[in-house]
Structures are given as C-alpha cells and as structure tokens.
C-alpha cells in the first residue's frame, strides 16, 4: 500500500470522527411552551366591566411557569356581592362571566326555587397547572385550570343553614333541590363556553367545571 493511500485513508477517517462528533455534541433544544397571552386592551375592557358591575377585585401580575401553565389578564376577585371560599387567581373573562352567573343565577335561584337567601359558595378551585381529567382522547392536554381560565363549583349554602353539594345533592329526591341544579347548569351554559357536570362523567362527580373558552360544550 502507497504512503499517498495511507495519507488518504487516514484523513478520510479524521472528517468522519470529526463529523460524528459533531452530530453528538449538538443536541436538539427543548421547547419551552408558552401560554396564549391576553391582550392588553382586551384585559383593559374586563376591568372596566368589572368595574361597572361593582366587582372588587385585585389585578394579578402577569406570570408564564412554561409548559403551558401561567397568568395573563388574572385578577384576585374580593367582593362579588356572594362570599365565594377557595377561589384563586381567574382570568378576567372568567371572573366577568362568574361573578355575573352567581349574582344573576344562582343568587335568584336559591331564593325563588329553594326559599332562602344564598349565604355562600364553595369553590374547588381555578388556577392548577394540570392536564385535562376524566378524559382518555384529550388526557395529554392542559386544562383550563392551567391558565386560570377555569372554576370549579362544589356547593353552595344557604341562610336558613342548608349547605348543597354537588356530590351528594346533584340527584337529590327533592324536586326543588333538583330544579335548583338544572336551573343554574342551564344559566351556566349560555354564559361559559364549557360547563361539565356529573352528567358529563365521573371525574366531574362532586363538581361543576365552569370554562370561558367559547367552546360551547354544555354536558
């Protein structure tokens, strides 16, 4: 064998583990998924309907915690008029939608359909960096908890003492009781665009999931 061909050989091996070297030394970024973002103007318009509606509430900075999770245009609702126990930061939107449905809604219903004064609501929740429950065809998507633009509703209590669960009163035997649930599910659904229920399936056995994504999915 020639130098020359030696000479060859040796450079054709010194590129190849140059350039295997190469493909291992630069790794693939990871992508940081970032959440949709509210606009300012949009959020501006909220706050001044917030406002009109005499809802006391406290903005929230605007935070992304990646993968899909994150605030933007949230507010801390203060006074809605109803004391509502357990609820986090929410999405402006959804807090106009929300405190309009108890006031308008659930409020009234209590009074005319059950005869008492509507003393609070117990809230499960809003804001939770998770992916959707209950639901095999959409599991490895984010839920609108993860975005805060979510509520989900437990039960409410009355004056006269009474304390309604969606968990154990969603059936009742008491047609009242049971008019009461329909009456505010039907209201929730023209003011969200996804409302859940017991209905729907298990994992929304204790709750209603109340959404403002104008998906228009009522169950």
């Given at each position: 064998m020639s130098m020359r061909h030696d000479r060859r050989t040796a450079a054709l091996l010194v590129a190849l583990t140059l350039a295997a070297c190469g493909r291992t030394e630069r790794p693939v970024p990871q992508q940081r998924e970032s959440i949709a973002t509210v606009s300012v103007r949009e959020t501006a318009q909220c706050l001044a309907d917030l406002r009109t509606m005499n809802v006391a509430y406290r903005v929230l900075p605007d935070t992304d915690y990646g993968n899909g999770c994150g605030l933007s245009g949230t507010v801390q609702l203060v006074e809605?008029?109803?004391?509502?126990?357990?609820?986090?930061?929410?999405?402006?939107?959804?807090?106009?939608?929300?405190?309009?449905?108890?006031?308008?809604?659930?409020?009234?219903?209590?009074?005319?359909?059950l005869g008492s004064e509507l003393a609070s609501v117990q809230s499960m929740g809003s804001y939770a960096c998770r992916n959707v429950v209950g639901s095999v065809r959409n599991?490895?998507?984010?839920?609108?908890?993860?975005?805060?633009?979510?509520?989900?509703?437990?039960?409410?209590?009355?004056?006269?003492?009474?304390?309604?669960?969606?968990?154990?009163?969603?059936?009742?035997?008491?047609?009242?009781?049971?008019?009461?649930?329909?009456?505010?599910?039907?209201?929730?659904?023209?003011?969200?665009?996804?409302?859940?229920?017991?209905?729907?399936?298990a994992a929304h056995r204790n709750h209603l999931h109340l959404e403002d994504d104008g998906a228009r999915f009522c169950r």
């Amino acid at each position: 064998m020639s130098m020359r061909h030696d000479r060859r050989t040796a450079a054709l091996l010194v590129a190849l583990t140059l350039a295997a070297c190469g493909r291992t030394e630069r790794p693939v970024p990871q992508q940081r998924e970032s959440i949709a973002t509210v606009s300012v103007r949009e959020t501006a318009q909220c706050l001044a309907d917030l406002r009109t509606m005499n809802v006391a509430y406290r903005v929230l900075p605007d935070t992304d915690y990646g993968n899909g999770c994150g605030l933007s245009g949230t507010v801390q609702l203060v006074e809605i008029g109803v004391p509502v126990t357990g609820l986090g930061a929410v999405r402006c939107g959804e807090a106009r939608a929300f405190s309009g449905w108890i006031r308008n809604a659930v409020a009234p219903a209590a009074y005319q359909i059950l005869g008492s004064e509507l003393a609070s609501v117990q809230s499960m929740g809003s804001y939770a960096c998770r992916n959707v429950v209950g639901s095999v065809r959409n599991a490895s998507r984010r839920s609108g908890h993860a975005i805060a633009n979510a509520v989900d509703i437990g039960g409410v209590t009355l004056k006269d003492g009474r304390r309604l669960s969606v968990l154990g009163d969603w059936s009742s035997p008491d047609p009242a009781v049971q008019r009461f649930w329909t009456t505010i599910h039907d209201s929730a659904c023209r003011r969200f665009g996804t409302v859940l229920s017991p209905a729907y399936n298990a994992a929304h056995r204790n709750h209603l999931h109340l959404e403002d994504d104008g998906a228009r999915f009522c169950r």
